[in-house]
């Protein structure tokens, strides 16, 4: 299914009168109504005391490869401050992180549009020495476990760190150039292969209430982070990172827009990952709340390898790690917005 198919459909403007209750007033089209629409119940008493609640989100019934979390808290600051944070917000501080004790992110780096040279120069640098020097060992690695084709193994083997940064050059470009429906499938094992793009949106379409929700941003991403109709604000990325103790590079999009009576909303989704998990989404709904701040909601989507999560309790300590991730990074957001 192309772009337009699956997101050509727009949600109407929503406007209305104030509401009572016993929380802060609510605007219709305000957070209770919002999250009301998508079968989410805000956890207020806990995240007024500050807590940051995460909750496993059952991605239609635990569909096999896929991990769901959604997290509330409030933020600090007006809705668009805190979007733009989210956006803008990079793990690293700027800094290049050592490989131990340090978060999973070590390197974060903006990437211009269009892409440019000097947009990779810590990468080559980074892959210059341990342990990322162990990427260029392409032609070492089982088939599946890099999310390279044939033809991208052969150009790293000649070309090494050049070779990395001309695949890289090139997924980024389509991206741009195409959004989602541009990317195909990489391979997962002998004679398999994973399609993030495709199956994220069957996992979205079987979400319809959220999907819809959060229709126009998705589109924004899913056309490359452009939208024609109305401003919104990009962010692209690369970083290296520790996946399994594996040495990984990621390729990232985030966008940011004002919805509906004050709400903001931001998606930040990595479209390709060269080893670990196949792709992963990230989505917020930002709201106005009380006393300047803004109630959150973080909606997660990953996509790793069904045969890991096969058993039912790997899957539950999957689920585990996957939310306690997801949560510190909210953590670190909630600081962000008290800067």
């Keep these: 299914m192309g772009v337009g198919g699956l997101w050509a459909v727009e949600i109407p403007l929503r406007t209305g009168t104030e509401e009572k209750t016993g929380a802060p007033e609510v605007k219709a089209g305000g957070w ?4 009301g629409r998508m079968g989410f119940e805000v956890p207020i008493e806990d995240i007024e005391k500050g807590q940051i609640v995460g909750q496993k989100w059952l991605i239609s019934g635990g569909r096999p490869g896929f991990l769901g979390a959604k997290v509330f808290f409030l933020a600090s600051g007006e809705p668009q401050k805190v979007a733009r944070s989210i956006l803008l ?12 004790g340090s978060g999973a992110v070590k390197i974060f780096q903006k990437i211009s549009r269009p892409p440019a040279e000097g947009d990779w120069t810590r990468f080559r640098e980074a892959l210059g020495g341990l342990p990322f020097d162990t990427m260029l060992q392409v032609q070492d690695q089982r088939e599946g476990k890099l999310h390279l084709h044939p033809e991208e193994v052969g150009q790293i ?6 070779g990395w940064v001309s695949v890289l050059m090139k997924l980024v470009q389509t991206y741009h150039r195409g959004g989602w429906k541009e990317t195909i499938g990489v391979p997962s094992g002998p004679g398999a292969e994973v399609d ?18 959060f229709r126009r941003l998705l589109t924004a991403l899913a056309y490359g982070g452009r939208d024609e109709k109305e401003k919104i604000e990009v962010n692209d990325y690369w970083q290296l990172m520790e996946v399994d103790k594996t040495p990984t590079v990621a390729l990232g999009c985030g966008v940011a827009r004002a919805g509906v009576a004050g709400r903001w909303e931001v998606a930040d989704m990595n479209y390709y990952v060269s080893s670990g998990y196949f792709g ?9 709340y009380s006393d300047g701040r803004s109630l959150v909601c973080r909606m997660d989507v990953v996509e790793t390898n069904p045969g890991q999560l096969a058993q ?7 689920e585990g790690m996957f939310m306690g991730e997801v949560r510190r990074a909210c953590e670190e957001i909630k600081k962000q917005s008290n800067l």
Excluded: C, H
């Design 32 to 35: 209770k109504e919002d999250l």
């Design 89 to 100: 917000y990079d793990p690293t501080g700027g800094k290049t992180l050592p490989w131990e």
């Design 157 to 162: 083997t000649q070309d090494k760190v050049s």
């Design 196 to 213: 993030f793009d495709a199956e994220l949106r069957e996992v979205l379409k079987e979400n319809g209430p959220v999907r819809d929700e």
């Design 280 to 288: 992963s989404i990230s989505f917020y709904g930002i709201w106005p």
């Design 312 to 318: 039912a309790t790997a899957r539950m300590v999957a």
